[in-house]
C-alpha cells in the first residue's frame, strides 16, 4: 500500500523551491506473516523519513523499533530511535 500527496499552504512558507509546497510519500509493506515495514518520506526545506518495522512475537506480544531524521529540527538532534514492547491481552 502506498500513498503520495501533495501539501500546499495558502500562507507564506518558503519549502519547495521558495513555494508553500510540500511532497510526501508513504508505504507500507507486509514482509511475512508476523513482520511489516512502514515508512514516511516528506520533502519539503529540508528532508524528513521515518521507518517503522514491526513484528509479533506471539498472539500476545509485539515489538517494533522506529527511526526518525528530521533536517527540520533546529536543536540539531535531527536523529531519533525508539524501541516499543507491547502486550495484547
Do not use: C
Not at 513555494?19 to 514482509?31: D, M, R
Not at 506471539?58 to 530511535?81: C, F, I, P
Request: glycine letters at 6%.
Amino acid at each position: 500500500m502506498h500513498g503520495y500527496e501533495a501539501r500546499y499552504w495558502l500562507e507564506a512558507k518558503d519549502y519547495i523551491m521558495g513555494k508553500p509546497l510540500k511532497i510526501v510519500a508513504s508505504g507500507k509493506y507486509k514482509l511475512n506473516d508476523k513482520s511489516s515495514m512502514q515508512y514516511m518520506l516528506e520533502f519539503g526545506k529540508q528532508p524528513h523519513g521515518i521507518a517503522k518495522y514491526t513484528h509479533k512475537m506471539d498472539e500476545h506480544w509485539t515489538v517494533s523499533a522506529k527511526q526518525s531524521y528530521d533536517m527540520n529540527n533546529q536543536d540539531g538532534k535531527n536523529y531519533r530511535l525508539a524501541m516499543d514492547i507491547a502486550y495484547q491481552l
